[in-house]
């Protein structure tokens, strides 16, 4: 049992050292090699692991968002919060993690870019990604309009409205090089008092 653990430990060691390496290198200046002396280890040692440095940065990614999935779904599920301040608190947790890690977002979007040019469909590989969160502030604005605590408003436009703000965020933080989005936190909080029944 213990040589699982031991294993399933060494590869979010690896996980989370790659990350670091993607976001000093780049997406397609990372090398296995520097991975793997990073994480101490021989590149050999690395093909245990994972089998291409493509597999390293998705599952690297997917461990990043699996914390901020379990933050937000405390947030959720928090009972004594009305939607409103679930809203603010799920969507808050969310710019700052956005803004913690905007160097990151600038070498997820070089990788869906070169992803992309080689003919890859980009729009769904990001959907997939997204649609855990997508959910949860549906989930919260329909239990806010079942409780009475928010307007009886169409809920796919309510999700397709706060997305946007996180994609507005993102676009300032990567393309714009923004180092704070405060006007993005202004206008969430400005549509979710719009939403309050």
Do not use: W
Not at 122 to 138: F, G, K, Q, S
């Amino acid at each position: 049992m213990s040589i699982i653990v031991e294993h399933e430990k060494r590869r979010k060691e690896i996980l989370e050292r790659a990350l670091d390496v993607f976001v000093e290198e780049g997406f397609e200046d990372t090398t296995f090699q520097k991975i793997a002396d990073r994480c101490g280890i021989t590149r050999t040692t690395l093909y245990l692991y994972f089998k291409n440095k493509r597999e390293i940065f998705n599952f690297s990614i997917k461990q990043l968002l699996s914390s901020v999935e379990e933050d937000l779904k405390r947030v959720r599920q928090d009972g004594s919060l009305p939607a409103a301040d679930k809203l603010k608190q799920v969507l808050g947790l969310i710019m700052d993690r956005l803004q913690e890690n905007r160097r990151l977002l600038s070498v997820v979007l070089n990788y869906l870019l070169y992803l992309s040019k080689s003919g890859t469909d980009t729009d769904y590989r990001v959907r997939r990604r997204t649609i855990r969160l997508r959910h949860i502030l549906a989930t919260i604005v329909i239990e806010g309009i079942r409780r009475g605590e928010l307007k009886p408003v169409n809920v796919k436009t309510a999700d397709d409205m706060l997305y946007g703000l996180i994609e507005a965020a993102i676009f300032r933080l990567v393309v714009l090089r923004r180092t704070s989005i405060d006007e993005i936190r202004h206008s969430i909080n400005l549509a979710i008092e719009n939403l309050r029944a």
